[in-house]
């Protein structure tokens, strides 16, 4: 009885946000949208001098009609209570400002919303630079991964090709997708199955199909090698609205004192077999019964008193996801953030530490030195990040606190000053946010600039060649 209590408020939810969002996004290239816009993105031609984008009109069932089908995949998460706030989701409280139960799956409706504020777009794709797909390809592809179309993942995205072939043909055939860019909210390998696999395994097969060979795929992780995905940041919980809620968090996290040497929020790690994620765990509790490290576990870092070594914030079975209060705190009295990798290299917990001016511990390169280059500057690392190996740490004894306090104090103040300065560049602000942070490029304007120089990048080695 229970469940079937739950079915119909949940439908009208859906339906309810569905009909919302069609009033907000449908027709996003269309000339109303464009105009209101444009009043609040003043710009000039020559501003958007090789930066124009086309945003291609895709039937709702490509976007907005997956989003009424939030409910439907009983082995993965209902997302439905996600929607909110055009997929920031629900604040984490009445009073909030800036701080949302945000699900990193919605990244694409949180573009889709966003890029509509983009200040050149145009109606006319004949003179755009770059033309973006609002699909949202992460939300259709649990149909394939979870539902019952999972032992037909190679047909995943044909239904788009076929429109993009018939529905004025000429946008497409122009650079032959080669201009195209749209967001996928799942690491690339949930779209890399060998097309000949058999049986299917895990995954669809959208970006191994030839039709999209040419198209940018924005990911949020990426394969090694470079193919049509670039990374770009998870989304954190934390959208301002304007630059002064955006400069008081700033404030409180320079001045947020970190009594804690270093954390780790997340779970895993309480298997038998050696990985990073069980040295960490063993060395946090050695740590806190071990006193002859230090008295009364009090060391000096920083400038601040240390009143632990280690801290574990346990995210085991899902729990922290939707509840940035659980972690951010933490975060916020930690110097260290230890990233471990998981079931991926990359962790959306290293754009929370960086939110929170928490100095990122890194045990494996491709966790995001070779992610997420856009945002993070590969040749700055050193400056925001600490690196260890894995297996210096697993198989060799490496303590990760004889590493870390062994930086000195005035190292340690840099770092967290470098770390701070990437916060903006990792954040996703909230759509209709003020003119005075729009100056502030944050993850998503710093992928659009990707994405374009990019495209210019392939478009020019197609005229070279």
């Not at 996600?82 to 984490?92: D, E, I, R």
């Not at 590969?378 to 198989?395: C, G, L, M, N, Q």
């Not at 916060?423 to 490029?441: C, D, E, F, N, W």
């Amino acid at each position: 009885m229970a469940c079937k209590t739950q079915i119909v408020p949940i439908f009208f939810f859906s339906i309810t946000i569905h009909f919302f969002l069609l009033l907000i996004i449908d027709s996003a290239s269309s000339q109303q949208i464009l105009t209101i816009e444009s009043r609040s993105n003043p710009a000039t031609p020559e501003d958007c001098n090789n930066r124009w984008i086309h945003i291609r009109n895709l039937p709702s069932r490509f976007n907005l009609d997956l989003l009424t089908n939030c409910s439907e995949y009983p082995v993965f998460d209902d997302f439905c209570p996600y929607l909110a706030n055009h997929g920031l989701g629900q604040k984490t409280h009445a009073r909030s400002r800036s701080w949302y139960r945000t699900d990193p799956l919605l990244l694409e409706l949180i573009f889709h919303r966003r890029i509509l504020e983009y200040p050149c777009l145009t109606n006319d794709p004949g003179v755009a630079n770059a033309i973006f797909l609002p699909y949202y390809a992460a939300i259709d592809s649990l149909r394939y991964l979870y539902g019952p179309d999972v032992n037909s993942s190679s047909q995943h995205g044909m239904d788009l090709f076929e429109f993009l072939q018939s529905d004025e043909p000429g946008i497409w055939e122009r650079h032959m997708g080669h201009d195209h860019f749209l967001v996928m909210a799942r690491p690339a390998w949930d779209f890399s199955q060998p097309l000949d696999n058999d049986p299917p395994i895990w995954g669809t097969s959208f970006l191994e199909l030839p039709e999209f060979y040419n198209l940018t795929a924005l990911v949020p992780e990426g394969r090694p090698w470079p193919l049509q995905e670039h990374a770009v940041p998870y989304p954190t919980s934390f959208h301002p609205q304007n630059l002064s809620y955006f400069q008081a968090w700033i404030q409180r996290v320079k001045r947020s004192r970190r009594t804690s040497l270093m954390l780790f929020a997340g779970g895993g790690g309480i298997g038998s077999a050696p990985n990073i994620r069980r040295s960490i765990r063993n060395e946090c509790e050695n740590s806190t019964i071990n006193s002859n490290i230090s008295s009364s576990f009090n060391i000096i870092q920083s400038n601040v008193v240390h009143s632990g070594l280690c801290h574990i914030v346990d995210c085991s079975n899902g729990i922290c996801e939707h509840d940035p209060i659980r972690y951010m705190k933490p975060m916020l009295q930690a110097t260290f953030c230890l990233q471990p990798p998981g079931d991926t290299p990359t962790r959306r917990s290293t754009f929370d530490a960086i939110t929170a001016g928490c100095i990122p511990v890194f045990f494996e390169e491709s966790s995001a030195k070779t992610q997420y280059g856009w945002h993070l500057p590969v040749d700055k690392f050193a400056e925001f990040s600490v690196f260890i190996p894995k297996e210096e740490v697993v198989f060799k004894g490496l303590k990760i606190l004889d590493v870390l306090m062994g930086i000195p104090r005035s190292e340690v103040r840099r770092m967290r000053q470098s770390v701070i300065e990437l916060i903006p560049r990792v954040m996703y602000r909230r759509h209709g946010s003020s003119l005075g942070l729009r100056s502030k490029k944050d993850a998503l304007d710093i992928a659009i600039d990707g994405a374009l120089q990019t495209i210019r990048d392939k478009l020019g080695n197609m005229l070279e060649y």
